[in-house]
């Protein structure tokens, strides 16, 4: 138990113990205490507009932490992980509205058939380079944006509507519900990535991509530890999934098609490779991008320079998501997490800074 | 049996394409170990900027032929020196989310391009249909195609044989001993960025006069490098070109005997099916990993 007093010239750990505790002083503990009761009462603050952003922020980041897992902490590159998000999104949908389950019960079964599919696909790329997953999950991702479309079970270009609207009787038509879900699940599942990366799974997912070859030799298997990262990210992703049919109701093939990939690794570049509170502010990030996209897309089309606002918006929106991929690797490669450390070491420094 | 014929010779041609295109892919590994991501994107802006000038701007076909080769070297030039240079010495996930991300860049701006042409149509006005019996096609596009196959005679044999290309193998193969050797290593990264761009723009080109461009086309064909590349084996110049061959007669049949949204994607499943079974390619032994 770290005790609640100042250190003036910065905490210093003396231990590998003290190495390992999330909190050096006490004062973390309680601004995560704080934070944590401000995000429980936002949804009775905020306008219902803003509900549904944070939300979509929420369930985005929730996909955007486990992929970190496999771009973080194993340094591997999955292009794949819209389909991932897909697939969980469509089978949640599937289960719901022609099975008739509840959510509570589909929601996990959607993460562990997208664990399944992303296992069996992967299989190949865990024996090879780190290089080879990129290559096979691009591909995956391609094949899944074409099947969706012409599989009679997933609705075709239509997609999917869910009538059912209740969550354990609960009405899922009100956002803050739908709130207190996602804010349950992320809390939950980021409190237990936090913890992994403390334990020695988590220590082999680093040494593997640090030095894949010194890991084999210190008795860790690659192959195992690279499908446990594909894995638990993509029941991440999966599960991501499906909330997000439990936030939207209403899934299309083109959510899930190679730029959400793409928006996932943006996330996670934008708020840092690794870092886990970076991927929650990356998802933030790219959400109020969005936005903020598609009111220039209405500026845009309101003033007559473009002719179709649809592909205007998803212009822009490709054009800025790989401007911000460039920039930030070439000149913030630590992420918004590298620019909040940074504030916080000049403060904790304060007069030598 | 004629159409059998037919669609194999249409195959190939498009296996030929995708091949070249490939090669530029092969050249920027070998070279840089950087796997670019945005060759695809590479291949559309060749082929976006060939219309362009020969469409829009009305320019002669050979003229915008080298315009755009010129134009791509430089942009090959450009990214390597402007924004992959910095990244050397870093992690090479870097430098290949990179490469993701320009991508995204190049597809958006492309996309963007087309959104506001109002002014423009790609109705090429020579529309080449490849008819064995009646080969319909205008002097000036066969001669574009004469010409790139000399192209690519000429730069496989420059890498071979001439000091600049013997340079930029020894800066591939190891660049601290090309360095003390005296080769300017950052030189031969650039030109190799620069090649490798005027090989995808070629194959942009190709892929422009045949299939004319639309918006879904310049998404996808750029993509399936990446197919032909895991097919030929990553280490060989050669394999590129029977991965090529094999993903042009693949997609040209699927898409003739089974279904067109079939073809688009069995590049891919072939791929996959490939890395279960042979992982380093179809004609690759198990490199000796160094």
Known sequence: ?353 | MELLFLLIVDGMFLGCLYAISAFGFVIIYRATGVFNFAHGGFVAMGAFSFLMLACWAKLPLSLAFVLTLLGSFGLGYLVESVILRPLAGKPIIYPIILTVGLAAMLEGFLTLMINMGHCYTFDFPTKFTLQWTNLNAPYSVLSIFIIMLVLLITIALFIKFSSFGIFMRAAADNRSAAFSLGVNVKEMFSFSWALAAVLASMGGIGLAIIKGLTLHEITWTGLKVFAVVIIGGLYSISGVIFGGLIIGLLETLTSAYISTSLGEISPYFFMVLLLFFRPYGLFMKRPNMS
């Open chain 1, 1 to 353: 138990m770290s005790k609640l007093q100042i250190y003036s010239c910065g905490a210093f750990n003396e231990s590998y113990i003290k190495n390992l505790t999330l909190f050096t002083t006490g004062f973390g503990r309680i601004s995560l205490c704080c934070g944590l009761l401000f995000l429980a009462v936002l949804p009775f603050l905020c306008c219902p507009y803003v509900l549904f952003l944070l939300n979509t922020a929420g369930i985005y980041a929730m996909a955007a932490v486990g992929l970190n897992f496999l771009t973080g902490s194993t340094g591997q590159i999955s292009l794949g992980q819209g389909a991932s998000f897909g697939i969980g999104a469509y089978t949640t949908a599937i289960l719901v509205s022609k099975l008739e389950l509840s959510f509570f019960l589909a929601i996990p079964a959607a993460g562990t058939l997208t664990v399944l599919f992303a296992i069996g696909f992967c299989i190949p790329a865990a024996r090879l380079r780190f290089i080879y997953l990129a290559f096979i999950t691009l591909a995956g991702q391609l094949i899944f944006d074409h099947l969706i479309k012409w599989m009679p079970l997933t609705g075709g270009q239509e997609g999917l509507i869910i009538n059912e609207s209740s969550f354990l009787g609960l009405d899922l038509n009100d956002d803050r519900i739908v709130y207190y879900i996602v804010f349950l699940c992320l809390v939950a599942f980021t409190w237990m990535a936090v913890n992994l990366t403390r334990t020695s799974y988590g220590r082999a997912f680093s040494a593997l991509r640090i030095n894949p070859r010194a890991t084999e030799a210190l008795g860790i298997s690659v192959v195992k530890f690279r499908m446990l990262s594909i894995a638990m990210s993509s029941f991440y992703t999966g599960l991501a999934g499906g909330l997000f049919t439990l936030h939207m109701l209403a899934i299309t093939p083109e959510l899930f098609n190679l730029w959400l990939s793409i928006e996932f690794i943006a996330m996670i570049i934008i708020g840092g490779l690794g870092s886990i509170s970076g991927s929650i502010m990356g998802a933030c990030f790219i959400v109020i991008l969005n936005e903020f996209l598609i009111f220039l897309t209405d500026i845009a089309t309101k003033n007559d320079l473009l002719i179709d606002p649809a592909l205007t918006n998803l212009a822009l929106r490709e054009f800025s998501l790989g401007i911000i991929i460039v920039l930030f690797i070439l000149f913030q490669p630590k992420g918004l997490y590298g620019i909040w450390h940074n504030i916080i070491l000049y403060f904790r420094r304060w007069p030598f800074s």
